[in-house]
C-alpha cells in the first residue's frame, strides 16, 4: 500500500481538482473531460519554501528506496523546479483511470475540517495542505515517485477574479450609489417661525446672561524664558553612544 504524506501550508498553482480535465491542442490548454478520456487527470502545482521541500523529498526518496528494484538507480533524482525567487515547485496528479478503473475525485476541506462542496474551484494563490500518496515508479527506464492526490485542506481562499476587458470611458454611464443612507448636501427640514414679542424679550435676556458668562478676563501677561541651547552633534553622539555601551 502506497504511503500517504501531507505537503503542509504551500501555495496552490492552477488547480484543477472539480473535475478531470486534459490538454487540448486546439484550445491550447486544459479542458475538462470524463475520467476515461486520453490523458484525464486532477491535478495541482504547488509552491513551496526550502523547509518544505527537503521534507518532502526525504519522504520521496525513502519510499523510492524501500521499493526500488535492481535496475532502478541507486537513489532518487530531484523532482524538483527551484524558481528564482528561492522558492521550489512541483506537481502533484492524479489520473481519472487507472487500468480502466475510474478513481475518486480527490476530497476538499476548509480549514476546520468541513467537506467542500462537489463543484468547489480551488483558486491560484490559496494556501493549502495537499495529501499525497507516494508511489514510485518506472516508465521507460526512468524512475521517480509520483504524488497521487488523495485530498486537499484549504487553509486561505483567494477569491477568484474575472478579468475585465474594458478600459475606462471618458464621459461615460456611470452606476449612482443606490444607498439611500450615501453622503448627501445637508438640508434644514425645520421651518423658521417668527418669534413672538415675549420670546424676543426671552431671548434678549439669555444673550444677555451669556455675554456675562463669557465676558473677557483680564489679559496675564507672562515671561518667556529663554529656551535652553540645542544639545551639540557632539552631545547627542555621546547620548547614542552610551546607550549601547557594555557594562
Not at 71 to 84: C, G, I, Q, R, S
Not at 158 to 180: H, I, K, L, Q, Y
Request: net charge negative.
Amino acid at each position: 500500500m502506497a504511503d500517504i504524506y501531507i505537503i503542509e501550508n504551500v501555495e496552490a498553482l492552477w488547480p484543477k481538482l472539480d473535475q478531470t480535465y486534459a490538454f487540448d491542442k486546439k484550445a491550447n490548454r486544459s479542458m475538462p473531460c470524463g475520467p476515461r478520456d486520453v490523458n484525464a487527470e486532477f491535478s495541482i502545482a504547488f509552491r513551496m519554501d526550502t523547509a518544505t521541500a527537503k521534507g518532502l523529498i526525504q519522504a520521496m526518496s525513502a519510499a523510492y528506496m524501500a521499493n526500488r528494484e535492481d535496475k532502478w538507480a541507486e537513489k532518487l533524482a530531484n523532482p524538483f523546479v527551484k524558481d528564482d525567487n528561492g522558492t521550489i515547485t512541483h506537481k502533484a496528479v492524479l489520473k481519472g483511470a487507472y487500468g480502466g478503473q475510474v478513481t475518486n475525485k480527490p476530497a476538499q476541506y476548509d480549514s476546520q475540517g468541513n467537506m467542500l462542496p462537489e463543484d468547489f474551484q480551488l483558486t491560484t494563490g490559496s494556501t493549502v495542505s495537499i495529501a499525497v500518496k507516494l508511489v514510485p515508479y518506472d516508465f521507460g527506464g526512468k524512475q521517480s515517485v509520483s504524488l497521487r492526490i488523495n485530498a486537499v485542506q484549504v487553509i486561505k481562499y483567494t477569491p477568484m477574479e474575472r478579468a475585465n476587458p474594458f478600459g475606462a470611458v471618458d464621459g461615460g454611464f456611470v452606476m449612482e450609489d443606490p444607498n439611500p443612507f450615501a453622503s448627501k448636501p445637508k438640508t434644514n427640514n425645520v421651518l423658521a417661525m417668527k418669534p413672538s414679542v415675549e420670546e424676543d424679550s426671552k431671548k434678549s435676556s439669555v444673550e444677555e446672561d451669556s455675554d456675562d458668562m463669557f465676558e473677557a478676563e483680564p489679559v496675564k501677561k507672562t515671561v518667556n524664558k529663554a529656551a535652553p541651547a540645542p544639545a551639540s552633534k557632539g552631545d547627542l553622539n555621546d547620548i547614542v553612544d552610551s546607550m549601547f555601551d557594555d557594562d
